[in-house]
């Protein structure tokens, strides 16, 4: 995003000062450009640039590491010129000293740092950023992304990785399914076949469908057996982290078998293939792909 002001820094900068751009997990999305400033509670908060005071808060007493701790952080939001907006994060309680719609100069004082909401690895700080009305929300993306991602590793837990095919229904059409469901989330797991098998992955939140994966699976051997196989698998599975939560982990090693997934993209937009190796052997193989579902 470019800039159509110049901003000032919104606290007075000293050699004591910590400026850091890049370090927060918080920073990503729209806020992958935003400044922490590493101060001590209670340090003046100025406007960096002249505008009008559209939204704040300041009855909050509450942050920590947490994101959870997010709706508790006290917060100021400048209106400028040509559409743009500042922010300026974490204030202390009752920390505020500018009123909504209050027209604000360059320099003046309008609020005072503290340690409110979420605060990621840091404790005290200003958090500050420029944003630009009408963009595309990268930021409300991410949180979503990472609730996707939270809800796929647990409804994947759940359902094959921990019952393989003791919780699983039997359908007219052949069809053996999973399901998994919390709080206006929905998982189904629906596959055709044994060896070889073929099945979707669907999610649907508050009744809307948002994400799929097909996949298309194989043993390749007789080497060793398929329940053995399967077994093995569903301990991988078991392993499914938020980094990817499409199958297991990058590798599993245990006695005679070996576990590999390999895929690229995110959880908007994914391929990858797993396999598992018996006495270094490949016996099985699944190949998946999927993504994000747009209307």
Known sequence: MKTHNKYKYPIEINESIKITYNESP???????HSVDFIVKEGTPVRAAADGKVIDLKSDSDTGGPDKKMEQFGNFIE???????YS????????????KLSEEVRCGQIIGYSG????????????H??????????DYEIENKTMELNEFLVRAKINTYASSGEGREQNLKDSSKELIYEENGWKYRDRYFGFNTF???EIIWKNEEMIWGMNYYGQILSKAVGAKEIYEFLKEALLQVDESMPFRGPKILNEENFSYRN?????????????????QG??????QYHGGIIKK
């Open 26 to 32: 918080a920073h990503v999305g729209n806020l992958k």
């Open 78 to 84: 400048i209106e400028h010129e040509n559409g743009e």
């Open 87 to 98: 922010e300026y994060e974490h204030l202390r309680k009752d920390g505020v000293v500018v």
């Open 115 to 126: 340690a409110t909401g979420w605060l990621a690895h840091l404790d005290q700080h200003l």
């Open 128 to 137: 500050f950023m420029v944003g630009k009305y009408g963009e595309k929300d």
């Open 198 to 200: 073929i099945g979707e």
């Open 262 to 278: 390999s895929n690229s993209g995110s959880v908007e937009d994914f391929h990858g293939v797993e396999m598992i190796l018996y």
């Open 281 to 286: 052997k490949r016996v099985y193989e699944l």
